[in-house]
């Protein structure tokens, strides 16, 4: 069976040999990770019954013996998918949304405990005003506070999980209905987003990027939010305005925010590129973290074992996991 | 019926509490610095004290019947000065709190969160995001925590890790009876047995003989490498050297310390915790005592307090008794 790893994620060479490493069935690999090589990438496509990629271009080579395009990731919004052969089935992977669920816990007790100011203002000036015995402002915390959780997958599910047994009251907004409500107590369709948000203390974006979901957080929804109110989005950056956000947080319309995707990225050109055309980096309440959430030990092994164990499924014709479509 | 506040947090108590309280209790309060000319006579007479402390130069308090305690330590009333048959209160509401630090602060460990997101916003590093194959970093399920003292704090704490899918362990120096959360508590004489299996050791307990001292170079020696260690109880439970060389020398992969081995003075109001620059080492989360004071938890303590004063002023039975002396 020819598999090809292609691309920046998927012939990452830690990837592709951790995949090749789990692997029991046999199976001929190509790795190429420069996608923009055409030359190369041409006989990847044309002899590939696997592709192991995030990205499919809609200016690819054919791929007439196509039948598996496994993401490494959970986010297809890299893919390309009318312009996929047909009878493709397209798979991603899971095992991230425990890790996500901890950032998403970690950060909005960090934003309410103002843990990064008490921390640095105690390391760098030795300042005891922390709101203990040493006096000065008191700092928040999470008990009895409503989390509004968008996009009620299983980032959502898991972060709902963990939230209610700090005592919070969990509310959640979701594109499709939903059968079990888990640890929420409230399950909006999306499109009655507004009348959630205001009752929020705490939104967490864990939604995918699709039409329903790009630029939904703008100017008028974030106006919706409590002042106090805070912002996590683990989902994608175009799921908020960039521009209604930077504005939001810095005149001080919500209370804070921690962000871990972004509008923009780094090149190879551009390694150190600032992710966002706003200097989001100078806000006091802001939280920021490269798009790694679920960079973690236990979430990449959960995922690429994942990879392996549908390769082996698919080689062995015995059932593929985390199927999204066939095309 | 009089009552003593004396010191900031018992001012700060009385500030939120006094239209809560019987109208027939008589208030005097002294804050800090406490004027010495003044408190003979504000002692004298008054039935209940409120504060964090009374030292053995105070001037005589014959009448005191309740010592109410602002915080829950005790450890700063000085016993043998307070006269037969006076009852010491403490109050919580802290616990909850207390509990969030520990849990943020393991998940801040574990995710190694100063580090990256202070390098991303200083400079827009993306080495720890798939997009650079960055090192991945820890995450806190399927690890295990130890929680040395297993009080009200300490169940807390196990309820809100739990979720997380770890693996939780106790001791405690009385038997308690385990939670479904927690796999078992060991008594505190088998705290060596635990340690070794730890990824993460929240100190929860009360300073007291047993604790003192409790956490030294041989017992930090029994954690695993690059296990993290998070104390919120008293900075004496762990020897101060032993924990800054275990860190310093990366045998530990980091800590969290709210509790510290030494206090800011009128004269250095920005006098370090230790004599060691724990806030220079890159691995240690440093704060100034304030895990537990959230402005939730000043509300639910003053009603605590509120709470015990309008019983002891009606003679009903006291809440939150820790001794009578």
New interface residues.
Partial sequence: MKVSFIG??GA?P?VAKTILGKVTEKIEPTVLFDIGDSQRLIPALAEAEIVVSHVWKKDFPAAPRLKLLQSP?AGLDMIDLPSLPHGVTVCNVDGHE??IA??C??TM??L??K??D??TG??????????????GP???????KTVGIVGYGKIGRETA??A????CTVIAANRSPVADKGDASEIYPLGELDRMLPRCDIVVIAAGLGPETRGLMDARRLGLMKPTALLINIGRAAIADEEALYAALRDGKIGGAALDVWWR??NPSE?????SALPY?ELPNV??????S???????DRRLSGVARNLDGFVRGDGLRNVVLTT | MKALFLG??AADTYAGIKDELPPSLECEVLDDPIDRALLPAAARDADILVS?RWFADFPPAPKFRLVQSVATGVELFDQASLPKGCAICNAFGHE??IA??V??AM??L??R??Q??GE???????????????K???????STLGIIGYGRVGREVA??A????CRILAANRSPREKDADVERVYPLSALDEMLPLCDTVAICTALGPETTGLVDARRLGLMKPGAFLINIARGQVIDEDALFAALRDGRLGGAAIDVWWQ??TPAE????GSRHPF?ELPNV??????S???????RRRWDEIADNLDRFCRGDSLINLVATI
């Fill in positions: 920046s994620f990452r830690e990731a425990q890790a901890e950032y816990l970690m007790l960090a309410s405990h843990l990064i008490i921390a105690f390391r760098d000036r030795g300042s005891w005003s922390g709101g203990g015995a040493g006096g008191l700092h928040g915390e999470i008990l009895g999980k963990r209610a047994a700090f005592g990225y780094p390694p150190n590129a600032r992710p980096h939280l920021m973290t490269p798009h790694c679920s960079a973690t030990d236990g979430a990449r | 900031n947090v964090n909850t709190a969030e630090f849990v943020m998940l801040a574990h995710h969160f100063f990256i997101a991303f916003r200083e400079d827009a590093s993306w080495a720890a995001s798939w997009v650079q194959s960055g991945p970093h820890g995450e806190v399920r399927g309820r809100r739990a979720p997380f899918g206090y800011p109001p920005n006098r370090r806030h989360i440093v704060t100034p005592h304030n537990g004071w959230t402005a939730g938890m000043v």
